[in-house]
């Protein structure tokens, strides 16, 4: 076990400590720009892994990249050859992009990708997953020259996961005092589980994939604070946000 | 539905026959499978520093078979945080006669996911708090592997880090510290369809236990306002 400086360990207890008593997620994301500006990283972005068919919007907790980046990010739908996410699937710790494989010659997307975010100064990141039993998500960190050293890996890591947590917390808090509230595609899951469909078969039905729909039954449940699919379905029936 | 059992020094002659085959189970998931190489035994059953006759373990017995178990260790004693990991914790050492700290947390893999019932995984940490609050406990100290930590927050453990992610043999591993109380124990038990205690204290009466609080199954928010 090497000895590690706990400097930076000491600041992420105390960015945690602080983000757990802030009540709005502005102020979350206030104190998380600070802490990581000061690790190098002047961008980040906090969303599911979009599923085939899926947008990154759809799934999107927290977006701190640069607009234009975001922007063509999302009008040449990089998240399709993205080997950033991609690599969230098959991994449960965290990773920087550039220990990330991928193939420039058999994976030309990708390498597109790679190349075109440092036109935005977005030169190297720090990746953290987030599994969910149906859904995987990810906070992605990104800078010209960020400190990766194993203590800020590691303090990068806990900020990472209890900014997610947090935040999560906060829009489920609000979520709780609006009306109606799930997305469209959140509402159409729905109305086909409330109909007795799995969601292979409602994946099926919309041309979709199956980690596509469980990724929005999932979103459904946490905007609507239930806890699992069946009374998600019922309480989007008495909200009156879907019919049968 | 499977039974959660409390076994300890002054019960664990009735469970006796269940050791052997904790300790072979506990080789088959952390050494087998998991490849912690550190713990292995030429004998094939894990056992540690740890399991002392102070340890207290909760066994998941499904007729008359073990599928699932989790260890409670004294804070006062030495626990795998402050032997093993003393650099997971940043915040200074835990010996607190109120926390215990929790480890060897498993289901066997035929009863792991969905089936008829709650969770095992679910039911365990239900039933550790209702321990926890029967014996007067104000917290678990936990070093666990930091991708677990969001299932935490979903089933309503709030956990606090007392350090930072350290890479262990390929997993990221962190220290917490989990509150344990009324409210955790309730929201745990309407979450998994619980609507009274689970834990099963055979040959424990003479305990004193603390009351646990009552619990309410809750409708909808708009379902109440409908009635």
């Known amino acids: ?72 990010y999302a009008r040449e739908q990089f998240h399709r050859c993205d080997p950033i996410p991609r690599h969230c699937l098959s991994t449960l710790n965290p990773f920087a992009w550039s220990e990330v494989p991928y193939d420039p010659v058999s994976d030309p997307q990708a390498h597109v990708v790679m190349t075109r975010a440092k036109d935005f100064r977005l030169n190297e990141g720090f990746c953290v997953p987030i599994h969910y039993d149906d859904a995987v998500g990810a906070v992605s960190l990104a800078g010209e020259d960020p400190n990766l050293a194993p203590d800020a890996r590691g303090a990068l890591h806990l900020i990472s996961i209890f900014t997610h947590s947090r935040l999560r917390a906060l ?3 609000a979520a709780s005092g609006q009306n109606r509230r799930l997305s ?25 994939s199956e980690r596509n729909v469980r990724w929005h039954l999932e979103e459904a449940q946490r905007k609507l604070a239930t806890k699992n699919k069946t009374s998600t379905v019922a309480t989007a029936l008495v909200n009156g946000e879907i019919t049968i | 539905m499977p ?55 909760l066994f998941c017995i499904d007729n008359g078979q073990l599928i699932g178990s989790m260890r409670a260790v004294p804070t006062l004693l030495p626990t795998l945080m402050s ?119 055979r040959g424990l009466e003479s305990v004193n236990r603390q009351a646990l609080p009552d619990i309410f199954l809750h409708l909808p928010r708009v379902a109440q306002q409908a009635q």
């Open chain 1, 1 to 72: 076990m090497q000895v590690i400086d706990a400097y930076w360990g000491r600041r992420a207890l105390d960015y945690v400590d602080a983000i757990e008593a802030s009540k709005t997620s502005a102020s979350v994301l206030s104190q998380f720009e600070k802490v990581i500006a000061d690790l190098g990283f002047h961008a980040f972005i906090m969303a599911g892994v979009p599923a085939h068919g899926q947008s990154l919007q759809q799934t999107m907790l927290a977006n701190g990249w640069p607009q234009e980046w975001f922007d063509m």
């Open chain 1, 171 to 173: 829009a489920r808090a």
């Open chain 1, 184 to 208: 469209r595609i959140e509402a159409e899951v729905l109305s086909w589980a409330a109909r007795g469909k799995t969601a292979w078969e409602t994946a099926r039905i919309l041309g979709v």
């Open chain 2, 3 to 57: 039974e959660i059992h409390v076994v300890r020094k002054d019960n664990r002659s009735l469970y006796e026959k269940y050791f052997d085959r904790y300790h072979r189970l506990r080789h088959d998931i952390y050494v087998k499978q998991r490849k912690w190489m550190a713990l292995d035994r030429p004998d094939g059953r894990e056992i540690d520093q740890f399991d002392t006759e102070d340890a207290v373990y």
């Open chain 2, 83 to 201: 032997e093993i990991f003393p650099y997971l914790n940043l915040r200074g050492p835990i010996r607190r006669p109120d926390v215990y700290e929790l480890s060897r947390v498993f289901v066997v893999p035929e009863w792991r996911g969905e089936h008829a019932g709650p969770r095992i995984d679910m039911l365990l940490l239900t039933a550790i708090m209702e321990y926890g609050i029967s014996i007067g406990l104000t917290g678990f100290s936990i070093v666990l592997e930091t991708w677990w930590l969001p299932r935490f927050e979903k089933c309503g453990w709030r956990a606090r880090p007392l350090g930072v992610p350290h890479m262990m043999d390929g997993m990221s591993v962190l220290a917490v510290l989990v509150d344990c109380d009324d409210t955790t124990w309730k929201s745990q038990c309407t979450q998994i369809g619980l609507t009274r205690p689970t834990l099963t204290w």
